[in-house]
């Protein structure tokens, strides 16, 4: 089907051609329905909110946000054939993000390997005061973390969507409005992004759904128009810095990880190849003021290992801090970082975006076709219930993992000296290639755990002997 334009059927509050009786009525709604600004309350979850059904004509949903969250939810409902429509402000853009995807991801959503820049099988972590962790010795030989750039992997999700049938509508969301009753769309109001490259203004737009997926990041507009609950947010900058040859030839298959109140004070620092550079970046929530000086800190000790470089581009972007209090409200559905999906202790997100994206279509096409409807609840069930079955416990304990080793330095140095562990690392690859919680062998748990105590106490000496020995000097 061609690119929908302003004159499409679903534009406007006058245009809205639908099929059989009950799909006049719609129309007639729909016509008669005056488009304000006006924000309504969230309608109640007592109250059945109900979409089209099935035998009358196609579902339609927008979805807002062409990342991997939106990009994937696009697809899953253009399979199951509900009218899509995705609305993404920046097709040619990307997001400052340090690029490393768990293995598993490359079969589960079947990415091509033209997509991976390197193949890291070295990860090393340097404590703050530089000790180096080698996290890369237990890699199995078929192993390794696929490193990408997100403008390549969103793109190449994108076009598979629209090869599926969404309509890409290269736009900005400005707001949504909430139906007034129960069989009434949603209307999303856009800017559509200008005819030619020279104009200088975009085409107000409307288009009227069944039901939102809201996908636009940490800055969601479609989580402040359904009251989907604050939360707190990270901010992560990134330089990407283009190096010689030979400095480049180190990164080859490296990635590292530096920790320490220098780089951050509740996150890490990266330093991650890509094709032809490497993503120098940090992180933090609680010195969002001080994100530039962090990252001086991570180029400082990065050092003479990027010397030489060419800054060929600086990033910054908001990132979530935990999930939304509410992810779903009556026909809206939140994913990837929309909804929060981002671990506090790895940051990381590309994966559970892209999961979180066609879970939520999935269960929008699977409720559509099984009940002729798609009603909160079924969204709660089908999508929420189940994304949090599988997920939610990973988050609880990476947030944990981050509370305990990133609230200090002493912290940070027994995090350290834990990754140099061959069974930590096992247990970490366990989870982190392949998506899934490793148990482990109890008695190995049980060591570990006493491992972890001594870490941390030790850690702890040397770090007030460390201080202790700072302040004798300032006083002297």
């Known amino acids: 089907m061609a690119a929908v334009s302003s004159s499409h059927p679903l534009h406007g509050d006058r245009h809205c051609l639908l099929s059989s009786s009950s799909s006049s009525r719609f129309y007639l709604r729909l016509r008669a329905h005056r488009i304000t600004s006006t924000r309504r309350s969230p309608p109640s979850t007592a109250v059945p909110i109900v979409a089209s059904s099935s035998s009358s004509r196609p579902l339609r949903a927008a979805v807002i946000g062409g990342g991997p969250a939106g990009a994937s939810a696009s697809e899953a409902l253009s399979l199951g054939g509900v009218e899509t429509f995705l609305i993404e402000r920046s097709p040619s853009g990307s997001k400052p993000c340090g690029g490393a995807i768990p293995l598993c991801m490359l079969s589960e959503f079947d990415l091509p390997a033209h997509l991976v820049d390197r193949c890291v099988t070295r990860m090393r972590v340097l404590s703050p005061s530089n000790r180096i962790a080698d996290f890369g010795r237990s890699l199995h030989p078929n192993e390794f973390i696929p490193m990408l750039r997100r403008e390549v992997l969103d793109s190449f999700l994108r076009n598979r969507a629209v090869s599926a049938g969404a309509h890409l509508l290269p736009g900005l969301c400005t707001s949504l409005q909430l139906p007034a009753s129960e069989s009434d769309p949603y209307i999303v109001h856009y800017t559509a992004s200008p005819p030619s490259p020279g104009s200088l203004a975009g085409i107000p737009s409307t288009l009227a759904v069944d039901v939102v997926v809201g996908a636009d990041g940490a800055n969601s507009r479609v989580a402040r128009a359904v009251c989907a609950g604050g ?29 320490g109140t220098d780089v951050s004070p509740d996150f890490y620092a990266w330093v991650f190849p890509k094709c032809d550079h490497v993503a120098v970046g940090t992180g933090t929530s609680i010195a969002k003021h001080d994100i530039k000086r962090l990252q001086g800190g991570i180029r400082a000790r990065a050092g003479p290992k990027i010397v030489g470089g060419e800054v060929i581009r600086v990033e910054a972007h908001p990132i979530p ?57 079924d969204l709660k069930n089908e999508y929420l219930g189940k994304w949090d079955d599988e997920y939610l416990g990973m988050f609880r304990f990476l947030d944990l993992l981050q509370r305990v080793f990133y609230g200090s330095n002493a912290g940070r140095e027994a995090l350290v000296e834990l990754c140099a562990d061959e069974y930590v690392q096992r247990m970490t690859f366990e989870s982190y290639l392949h998506k899934r919680m490793a148990t482990g062998d109890w008695r190995k748990n049980l060591g570990l755990a006493w491992r972890t105590v001594s870490s941390l106490m030790r850690a702890s000496i040397v770090g007030w002997e460390i201080e202790r020995l700072r302040m004798t000097a300032v006083d002297s």
């Open 231 to 259: 939360y707190a947010t990270a901010i992560a900058f990134q330089e990407r810095i283009r190096l010689p040859p030979a400095a480049m030839s180190h990164y080859a298959d490296l990635a590292e990880m530096y920790v």
């Open 321 to 377: 801090e935990h999930p939304r209090p509410r992810r779903v409200v009556g026909r809206v559905a939140l994913v990837g970082d929309a909804a929060g999906y981002v671990t506090r202790c790895s940051g990381e997100g590309i994966y559970f975006a892209a999961k979180s994206g066609r879970m939520c279509g999935e269960a929008i096409v699977r409720s559509w076709k099984e009940r002729g409807m798609v009603t909160e609840t």
